[in-house]
């Protein structure tokens, strides 16, 4: 293969607005799959994470073959919580194909990302995506990324933008915004014209920046990156090198290039082309393979740092060991090690006060996923309350984490959301208003937000859209109060009986249906009170030789609440913990008067 033939192209955008659908369409119709595969819709979306949730989690390679061109596709996830993703694959790509929903426009993490992509000063094809959508208004959308990327201080040569109009759904896109059918080799053009082919001296010295690490049960650990400089064989002796000056040396046992969504074997690669390499157990992402003899590391490119924490500990419940398969200390040090050799958003520190970790990420899901990866393979531990990072400004004064929240509501149920960010700290920016729906922006502590998601859809009736991004750092707002009600916690490690339920309903809303194993501090309920209460869920009824009038055998419990993984860690405050095993999610108070 030819260097001049390859292109390499990462598609960015806010979460939902098509990328993975346009990837499929890209993939189909240069036919890539055999006339009678059967393809999962969605296919890069491969992570079960992903096919459950619907969205991209992690970036990912593919490629397909359009006249004459080797064109590597890197798709990358919109939520804000996974923006390190994108920043790390960014190092691969010559260039962006910018996807904005044409009813939408450019939401709080387009802008996130088109600003790195531009920092990177490299060349981007806007496509103004779901013009199906009746209310589309791609003109408005044009003129918003081009103010975006003014405001971004985008050289010409960006701002010189090439636009196509796409359903990806659909399956075409065009030049003409009126096009309601087509093919989408449009893209595929705009590829080869605007995009340049891959730079770097296929002769010089070898230099591999590594951006991905993946695991593969026959090869091992895979370090994946593009070439940019030199060539790369099997059985070739490398060093792995990093900027600070860290050496030490390897060979490469086995090379992939990308056909489609597969990795297949090659003996060798040149300058330009995206690989996978195996047999550099150690490496992490940002190290350079390069050449033993003139080792030249390149520059790692700072991401954004983290800007919320979670402590991660062995579990010490009373019925701890039940239900996991690792659940020592050692055990989740190892596991969170190794997630932080692929995850670059992603630190993690010894605690100094007890046992187990502080681990930082971007958000809220960011950590729930990593908790709920971590269990699905058999770990077992538990978490505390997410608290945000703070700094020091230099006159000393705390600061903390700031969002720029975007929030699309129907103008009747505005004023819940108002009131419910007014109590968050959140300082109203911009109200816009089309038709009856309204968007509402919003800068806010990123405290504020926590746990406010579930919230938002219960006022808005599950019918609001609600974004934020990181925006910067700020003065501390002081004390927020995010959870009104006190806990029902229980006194004694037991079974739920159906009466002691049928009383405790009463006082508030519970957590846990008839027989059900409970152990003493469990929290079993949510008091319809602030304060906490202590009682026994597995009190029967005094029997008396006399039987009572049939009446009273009569239970009626309500359905409990089950909480989900997220639902849970942004429910508990300081004091309280998640408990997380393969089988169960509790929740459980460390000191209560019994
Ligand atoms: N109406 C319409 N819907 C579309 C179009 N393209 C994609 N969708 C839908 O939009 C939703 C999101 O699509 P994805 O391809 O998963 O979006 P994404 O950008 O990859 O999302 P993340 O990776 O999670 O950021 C899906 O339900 C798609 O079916 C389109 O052109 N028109
Ligand atoms: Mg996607």
């Known amino acids: 293969m030819k260097k001049s033939k390859i292109r390499n192209v990462a598609i960015i955008a806010h979460v939902d607005h098509g990328k993975t659908t346009l990837v499929d369409q890209l993939l189909k119709q240069t036919g890539t799959f055999r006339e009678n595969q059967q393809v999962a819709i969605r296919v890069m979306d491969s992570m079960d994470l992903e096919r459950e949730r619907g969205i991209t989690i992690m970036a990912k390679n593919g490629s397909c073959r359009y006249k004459d061109h080797h064109i590597n596709i890197i798709d990358t996830p919109g939520h804000a919580d996974f923006g390190g ?25 387009s802008f996130f990302v088109l600003k790195k992509a531009i920092a990177r000063k490299l060349p981007v094809i806007v496509i103004v995506n779901k013009i199906d959508k ?97 060539k790369l064989a099997v059985n070739q002796e490398v060093v792995v090198a990093t900027d600070k000056g860290h050496i030490c040396s390897g060979r490469i046992v086995k090379l992939f290039v990308y056909e489609a969504t597969k990795q297949v ?11 996978a390499v195996a047999g550099l157990e150690q490496i992490k992402v940002g190290e350079t393979i390069t050449d033993p003899a003139n080792p030249i590391p390149l520059p790692w490119i700072p991401v954004d740092p983290p800007t919320l924490s979670m402590n991660f500990l062995p579990n010490d419940s009373p019925f701890a060991g039940k239900e996991g398969t690792f659940v020592t200390s050692r055990h989740i040090r190892d596991r969170l090690m190794r997630e932080t050799l692929s995850d670059i958003a992603l630190h993690v520190e010894d605690l100094t006060s007890q046992p187990g970790y502080k681990v930082s990420g971007r958000g809220e899901l960011h950590l729930a996923i990593l908790i709920e990866k971590m269990r699905r393979e058999g770990y077992e531990f538990q978490v505390s309350p997410p608290s945000v990072i703070y700094k020091k400004s230099e006159e000393g004064e705390r600061l903390e984490p700031y969002e720029e929240l975007t929030i699309d509501v129907a103008e009747n149920l505005m004023g819940k959301v108002i009131e419910n960010l007014g109590t968050r700290k959140g300082q109203l920016l911009e109200v816009h208003q089309s038709d009856a729906m309204v968007r509402l922006k919003y800068k806010i502590p ?19 859209i609600l974004n934020y991004v990181f925006a910067e750092y700020g003065p501390y707002v002081g004390e927020l109060l995010l959870r009104k009600n006190g806990v029902i916690i229980a006194n004694q490690t037991d079974v739920t009986v159906a009466y002691a339920l049928d009383n405790l309903q ?33 009190k029967s009824k005094k029997l008396t030789n006399m039987r009572a009038s049939g009446s009273d055998d009569a239970i009626i419990l309500i359905p ?7 639902q849970c860690i942004s429910y508990i405050m300081e004091g309280e913990l998640v408990e997380i095993t393969p089988k169960s999610i509790r929740l459980r108070k460390l000191k209560y008067n019994n």
Not at 85 to 109: I, K, S, W, Y
Not at 506 to 515: I, N, W
Request: charged share 20%; hydrophobic share 40%; glycine share 10%.
């Open 506 to 538: 009463e006082r508030g809303v519970l957590f846990l249906g008839p027989a059900e194993h409970f152990y003493a501090g469990q929290i079993v309920g949510e008091h319809s009170r602030e304060n906490d209460i202590v009682v026994n869920p597995a």
């Open 560 to 566: 409990p609440r089950r909480m989900s993984l997220e």
């Open 85 to 109: 993703e994108v920043e790390r694959v960014l190092n691969m790509a010559d260039g962006a194909l910018f996807l904005v929903d044409a009813a939408e426009g450019p939401m709080p993490q």
């Open 446 to 464: 990123t405290r504020g937000l926590l746990g406010y998601q579930s919230e938002f859809m219960t006022d808005t009736k599950g019918m609001g």
């Open 134 to 230: 009746p209310m589309a208004r791609c003109d408005w959308v044009v003129d918003q990324v081009f103010d975006l990327m003014v405001s971004l201080n985008a050289p010409d040569h960006i701002l010189d933008f090439a636009v196509l109009y796409a359903c990806s759904r659909d399956g075409y896109a065009s030049t003409d915004m009126s096009a309601r059918s087509g093919d989408m080799l449009p893209v595929l053009d705009l590829i080869i014209e605007r995009i340049p082919s891959p730079v770097g001296d296929s002769a010089g010295s070898l230099q591999l920046l590594v951006s991905t690490i993946n695991y593969s049960q026959y090869s091992g650990r895979l370090a994946i990156g593009k070439i940019t400089s030199g």
């Open 265 to 275: 074997e090659v003996a060798s690669a040149s300058t330009g082309e995206i690989v």
